[in-house]
């Protein structure tokens, strides 16, 4: 997808109220944005998990080997 081709609705005033792309164009941006929000909640869950593991290591009374863990 190099560049849409992108068609304007308009009201009887000339204002813009609507786009229309080509079902393929749209079919292209549905597969990407997946593929974006994918890597949002990747990302997400990373700095959650970093932040957490930052917590845990603040907290020296409570740590626990992860042998002892297991």
């Known amino acids: 997808m190099e560049e849409l081709n992108v068609q ?19 079919i292209e941006i549905k597969k990407r944005l997946a593929e974006y929000l994918a890597i949002e909640r990747l990302k997400d869950g990373l700095a959650s998990a970093f ?6 290591k603040k907290d020296k009374e ?4 992860l042998n002892d863990f297991l």
């Not at 409570?62 to 080997?65: D, E, H, L, W």
């Open 51 to 56: 932040k957490e593991v930052r917590e845990l």
């Open 8 to 26: 304007y609705v308009t009201d009887e005033s000339g204002n813009k109220t609507a786009v229309q792309i080509t079902y393929q164009d749209w």
């Open 62 to 65: 409570n740590q626990i080997s």
